[in-house]
């Protein structure tokens, strides 16, 4: 089991700002909370309080995605340009909807996370109240010319899974948050996760901080409403509840899982990629995470002894040490559970 001394420690070491869980079944076993949601008022972080999630939302983009494929709706296989038309001309008519899951698509990206930019940056080229649904991220995704040819390689890429959201958009008629939380969060029985608007965030939602101190909000740096590439909010119970879902087959059937959470490509800084899904090094232990103004995210969860670790934070700063503790003890975590 983790050192509590040990974890508190780490969460001082930067001054982190959110909460720590690991579950182990029906048991929670670990749950501290650090820092305060809401600072001006001196709200703290509870284990209630609802984070978002960044990237770590790209996973619910890919299984709405596979929900199609098992559905018969859409093919892996499939080039992407059957669903967009003559819309993004710029991304080469070979790119299919699972090179744009693994990262292998090589389009252009309008978030480049190999650019050199900070959190803290207004990187976004339009007003981010414009950017509500899908189909309005075109504006901003067109003109990118590809990194390479589609499949040679592992690119991470933001714009693809708005792609994917666009896709959905289209083949199911109705705005991508709204699929996600038809499709996904209510199968797997996550009440309180929602692609909120940022400009009028409920009472137990966390508000993203850019520094470890100050008032200074994310709400000017990123989209209005999460998308197909991040920006759900979610609780470390309702994460708990999905990964337990999906290893139930409550969202997708069991082999559908199964094929999204293996090893589909090698990352080049050594980790690999699913569809959606991190395989952890140790296997079949699997990661969701992400990372943003305001925002620090990782669940890691094994499926054989039903554990989950979460470390959910409310700023950009801050996280690194309480991350590498739990990395560290994950494996005597799965021996003393």
């Known amino acids: 089991m983790i050192d509590l001394d040990e974890l508190d420690a780490a969460a001082s070491a930067r001054s982190f700002s959110g909460v720590v869980t690991i579950d182990v079944g029906d048991r929670r076993v670990v749950e501290h909370c650090y820092g305060f949601a809401h600072r ?40 992407v340009r059957r669903y967009l038309g003559a819309d993004l001309p710029l991304i080469d008519d070979d790119v299919t909807i699972e090179q744009l899951l693994t990262h292998t698509s090589g389009i252009g990206d309008y978030l480049d996370e190999d650019d050199d930019w900070d959190p803290a940056d207004y990187v976004l080229s339009v007003p981010v109240h414009t950017l509500e649904t899908a189909e309005s991220f075109l504006p901003i995704l067109g003109g990118l010319p590809h990194k390479h040819p589609p499949g040679a390689r592992f690119t991470y890429c933001n714009g693809g899974y708005i792609v994917l959201a666009i896709v959905l958009e289209r083949v199911t008629g109705r705005r991508f948050q709204d699929v996600v939380e038809t499709d996904v969060f209510r199968p797997a029985g996550m009440t309180s996760t929602s692609y909120l608007r940022s400009d009028e965030l409920p009472g137990d939602v966390a508000l993203g901080y850019l520094d470890s ?20 909010y979610t609780s470390a119970t309702d994460l708990h509840r999905f990964w337990r879902a999906l290893h139930d087959g409550a969202i997708v059937p069991h082999e559908v899982a199964t094929e999204m959470t293996r090893p589909h490509v090698i990352v080049p800084e050594g980790p690999r990629y699913g569809l959606g899904f991190w395989p952890h090094p140790v296997d079949p232990a699997v990661v969701i995470l992400g990372s943003d103004a305001g925002v620090e995210f990782r669940s890691t969860h094994d499926p054989v002894t039903c554990t989950t670790a979460t470390v959910l934070s409310n700023c950009s700063t801050g996280s690194q040490p309480v991350l590498d503790l739990l990395r560290a003890s994950w494996p005597d975590l799965l021996t003393t559970t």
């Open 213 to 232: 101190d100050g008032d200074r909000s994310n709400v000017l740096h990123l989209p209005v409403r999460g998308n197909g590439d991040g920006g759900a």
């Open 40 to 79: 001006a008022l001196r709200v703290p972080n509870t284990p209630g309080t609802r984070f978002a999630i960044a990237s770590g939302s790209k996973s619910f983009t890919a299984l709405a995605i596979m929900q199609q494929v098992a559905s018969g709706t859409l093919a892996l296989s499939d080039p």
